[in-house]
C-alpha cells in the first residue's frame, strides 16, 4: 500500500487545498470529516494525520474536537489554525479568545531554527489563540498577536501552526507541508502520475472485471482523461459515446471525433442529439432544471446506446473532486450544496448504469498529469474547462439555436484573442475563459442607427484548484480588442461587459 496522510476537515474553506499540498509532495492523502469512523480514516493506513482549521472555538457547545483513536494510534499530528487550538485544548493547554484578532497577512518571528526559518509573511485567520501549551511542548515561532505562532511536541511528533501554511498568501508555506509530510513522517514521494494510472488500472479492472463499458465523452479534459484510462485499462471493452447535445462551442464536435477516432484509437460512436436537447430545454430558464434535464436526456440517450450494444452496466464519467465538494457528497463532505453537477447530483436515480468515476479524488492539476502521463495530445489535455450541461449555462435566460449561435461566436473570438496574447495554454496563469451570454437587452447606436440587442459578459479567472478563485487582470487593450471585435462581428450582442467578481462570493460559472 501507498504511503498516505488523514486530513481532518473541521470546516475549513482551505481543507482541499491542505490535500493539494500533500500531493503535490508526491505524499497521497485522503480527506475526511473531522468526525468520520476510527475504521474508515485507517483503513487508508494513514502516517500522520493533519487537522484544518474551522469556523468555532473550541469552547463552544458541541465543538468538533480530536476523537480518541487519533491520540491511540501513535502517530504524528500537525494542527492547523483550530486544528491547532483543538490540539492544545485536547491535551491541556489553554486556548483564549483574543480581545485583537488576527486576519490577513501576518508577520512570523521564528524561535529557533527550523523549517518555519524561512518564514516571513504567513496568512493568519483566527479569533482565538493559545495562552498556555500543553505540557511537552515548546514554542517554535510567534507573531504579533500570537505569543505561540507554532509550537511542537518533538517526542511525540505532535506540532501546531496558528496560520495557513495551504495558502498562496504564505510564501513557502507548502515546504511546511511537505517537511512534516515526508520528513517528519517519514511518508515516501510515491504519489506520482505513474502511480496514479497503475493504481486506477486496477481499480477499474477490479471494479468492471471483464464486461463491456461504455464511456461519457464530452470532449472536456475530465472526460477525455477519464475515457483514456479506462480504455487503458481494459482496451476493447470500452465504447466510448459521444452525444451531440448541440451545447458545445464552435468547432468541438469535429474535433472530439477526431481526436478519438484517430488519436487514441477508441471505438466511438457520435449521436447528434442537439435537436432532441434544444427541444426539451425550451422555455426552460432555471439553472438547476436546467441540468437535470440535460442530465436525464444524456443517461436517456445512453440507456438507448446500451441496449443497442448489448446492456453494459458500467458507465464511465469524469467527475473530479471539485465537483464531489460543490455538489455535496455526503461520503465527502458536509457543505452546503451550492449547484447541481449532471454528473454528480443531476442523474435521474433510476438509471440503469453503475458509475466509473476514475478520476473522482483527484484535482484539475492531476488530472492533467495524469493526461499528459497517458500521451493525450497537449490541445486537449489543457484546453479550457467546460461544464458538464454545455453552453446551456452560459447561455443566460431561455436556451435557442440563434442565442447558442451568438454565444458560440462571441466565445471564439475571446479564445483566439487570447491564444493570440499567449493567455491560454500550458503554463499559463489564466485557468479559465469564457463568455456568457445574458438575457439583458440595451440601447446601442451602429451606423448611425439604434440598436436594441443583448450583452455578453465576459469571465476570466485564475485559481489552483478551482474552489476558489480570483478574476484575472487582463489588460486593457486586449479587452477593448475583444469587446470591438464581439461587437461588430456578433449579430445579436452590442454590449460587452467583464465580470470581475472572485469566487468565493461568486462561482465561477454563472449558472
Not at 152 to 179: L, S
Not at 213 to 239: N, P
Request: proline share 6%; hydrophobic share 40%.
Amino acid at each position: 500500500m501507498i504511503d498516505s496522510i488523514a486530513i481532518l476537515d473541521f470546516g475549513s474553506q482551505y481543507a482541499q487545498l491542505i490535500a493539494r499540498r500533500v500531493r503535490e509532495a508526491h505524499v497521497y492523502c485522503e480527506l475526511f470529516p473531522w468526525d468520520a469512523p476510527a475504521e474508515k480514516v485507517l483503513s487508508i493506513g494513514p502516517k500522520s494525520f493533519i487537522l484544518s482549521g474551522g469556523p468555532k472555538s473550541v469552547y463552544e457547545p458541541n465543538a468538533p474536537y480530536i476523537q480518541k483513536y487519533i491520540f491511540d494510534s501513535g502517530l504524528p499530528i500537525l494542527g492547523i489554525c483550530y486544528g491547532m487550538q483543538a490540539l492544545t485544548h485536547a491535551l491541556g493547554g489553554q486556548v483564549d479568545s483574543s480581545a485583537k484578532r488576527e486576519y490577513g497577512l501576518a508577520t512570523l518571528e521564528p524561535l529557533m531554527p527550523s523549517t518555519l526559518s524561512a518564514l516571513s509573511t504567513v496568512w493568519m485567520s483566527h479569533g482565538d489563540r493559545i495562552t498556555r501549551m500543553p505540557e511537552g511542548f515548546i514554542a517554535l515561532a510567534k507573531s504579533g498577536n500570537s505569543p505561540f505562532a507554532a509550537m511542537g511536541d518533538m517526542q511525540r511528533k505532535y506540532f501546531g501552526v496558528q496560520f495557513h501554511p495551504e495558502v498562496k498568501h504564505t510564501p513557502n508555506g507548502a515546504e511546511v507541508i511537505k517537511h512534516f509530510a515526508v520528513e517528519i513522517c517519514g511518508a515516501k514521494p510515491e504519489w506520482t502520475p505513474t502511480s496514479i494510472i497503475e493504481d486506477s488500472i486496477q481499480r477499474i479492472r477490479k471494479q468492471v472485471g471483464n464486461q463491456r463499458v461504455l464511456s461519457a465523452v464530452s470532449g472536456g479534459v475530465d472526460s477525455s482523461v477519464a475515457t483514456a484510462l479506462v480504455h487503458k485499462a481494459i482496451g476493447d471493452q470500452l465504447v466510448a459515446v459521444f452525444v451531440d447535445t448541440g451545447l458545445l462551442r464552435q468547432g468541438e464536435p469535429e474535433q472530439v471525433i477526431s481526436t478519438f477516432r484517430e488519436k487514441m484509437h477508441t471505438e466511438l460512436i457520435a449521436v447528434d442529439a442537439s435537436d432532441e436537447f434544444i427541444r426539451a430545454l425550451k422555455g426552460v430558464t432555471e439553472p438547476e432544471q436546467k441540468r437535470k434535464i440535460i442530465g436525464e436526456k444524456f443517461i436517456r440517450i445512453f440507456e438507448e446506446q446500451a441496449r443497442q450494444l448489448g446492456s453494459p452496466k458500467f458507465l464511465v464519467q469524469g467527475t473530479i473532486y471539485p465537483d464531489v465538494v460543490e455538489s455535496s457528497a455526503p461520503d465527502r463532505n458536509k457543505a452546503e450544496r451550492i449547484k447541481t453537477h449532471h454528473n454528480v447530483g443531476g442523474l435521474p436515480e433510476d438509471m440503469s448504469f453503475e458509475l466509473v468515476e476514475p478520476l473522482r479524488y483527484l484535482f484539475k492539476d492531476e488530472v492533467r498529469t495524469v493526461g499528459e502521463a497517458l500521451g493525450l495530445p497537449e490541445q486537449m489535455v489543457w484546453r479550457q474547462p467546460f461544464p458538464g450541461p454545455g453552453l446551456s449555462v452560459r447561455c443566460l435566460g431561455e436556451v435557442t439555436v440563434e442565442r447558442l449561435n451568438h454565444l458560440r461566436a462571441a466565445d471564439a473570438i475571446f479564445q483566439d484573442e487570447l491564444s493570440k496574447a499567449g493567455f491560454i495554454g500550458k503554463g499559463s496563469e489564466l485557468s479559465q475563459a469564457f463568455v456568457v451570454l445574458l438575457p439583458v437587452n440595451s440601447v446601442g447606436v451602429m451606423g448611425d442607427q439604434r440598436t436594441y440587442k443583448e450583452a455578453a459578459a465576459i469571465r476570466a479567472v485564475t485559481t489552483e484548484d478551482f474552489m476558489t478563485a480570483d478574476w484575472a487582470r487582463l489588460p486593457s487593450d486586449l479587452l477593448a480588442r475583444v469587446s470591438n471585435r464581439i461587437v461588430n462581428e456578433v449579430h445579436g450582442i452590442n454590449r460587452v461587459v467583464y465580470d470581475i467578481t472572485s469566487k468565493p462570493p461568486a462561482t465561477i460559472e454563472w449558472e
